[in-house]
């Protein structure tokens, strides 16, 4: 049974780390170059599983997994852009909730974990910029199992006492949680992987344990959805040399050059007609953006992809996208019931 891979959204307050922690994700990508082509789609960065198994080596060895590899998103965590929030929670398969190990639980660390909630999204969290303890022995894309073995006993007390505070806080909150490499039955706690997003320590460690959550939680929903695409409107986009444009994240099916779509907007929803697809290509040919996209004849959930439209007129961000297919009133009455929701 082919397999899409899962959408993982990351999510946070605002300035714990989110957007580096992807960063970090592509970057080492990179510099690195080893095998697969890590892409940055729009909003979205896909990560191939052979990308995974090169930063995992030294905890799998030569362990492989049958998943084609994760999609990231990334998501604002200021206090204004909770409907995007929501919409990322609502996408995804999984989540990684960032929370800066200095600064601790936040309003938006609270917001972000009840969407998730609602949602029944299964999700990690990583405590981040652990490089900013005291004293902390910074080794570069180190597991963090290795990495907390070397500090001193004074970086080790430092972190203890703000991590077993954060334990303490979700405690409060109602929620059961605890170091990664600590806990015994999954289902019971909430796992913490410590991380410093700027220097890529953890990123093993965490990129393992997503891994392991799509095993435990996914076998069933990764299952390649058939027929016409259903997606999410990320933003509407001038691009010199395209016009307007809009990136949307395709979570089901297939979207071909020339289909109807129906997008939300704040009043009726729009039909319109895909005109390209627009396909970004590996981070290190960013280059001119009239270069950075492979225009491509269709394709298929989970990605992220920049779209020309015949119109885009009144599209809202966190909008849905259905391709008409051969029901386009079934498809209209959902972008219609989805938009009215949110
Ligand atoms: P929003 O998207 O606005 O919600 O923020 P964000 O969560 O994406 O945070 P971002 O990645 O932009 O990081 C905010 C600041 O924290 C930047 O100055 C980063 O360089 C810094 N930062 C992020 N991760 C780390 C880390 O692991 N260590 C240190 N020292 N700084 C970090
Ligand atoms: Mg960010």
Redesign the pocket.
Known sequence: MPTRQPIVSVL??????????L?QIRGTAVVKKEAGAITQHIGATEVPIEHIYAVCKQMIGSKKFDMPGLLFI?T???QSFTSLRARGGSLADLAVL?IDINEGIMPQTLESISILKRFKTPFIIAV?????IEDWTVNKDEPFALNVRKQSDKAAASFDDKFYKIIGELYEHGYTADRYDRIEDFTKSIAIVP?????GIGLPDLLLMLIGLAQRFLEDTLEKEEGPAKGVILEVKEERGLGQTVDVIIYAGTLKKGDTVILGTKGKPLVTKVKAILKPKPLDEIRDPKDRFDSVKEVSAAIGVKLMCQSLEGVVSGGPLRAAGANPDEARDEVSNETKVN
């Open positions: 946070g307050h605002v300035d714990h780390g989110k957007t580096t922690l960063d990334d604002p965590g200021h960032v981040n910029k652990v490089d900013l991380i410093s997003a700027k220097n």
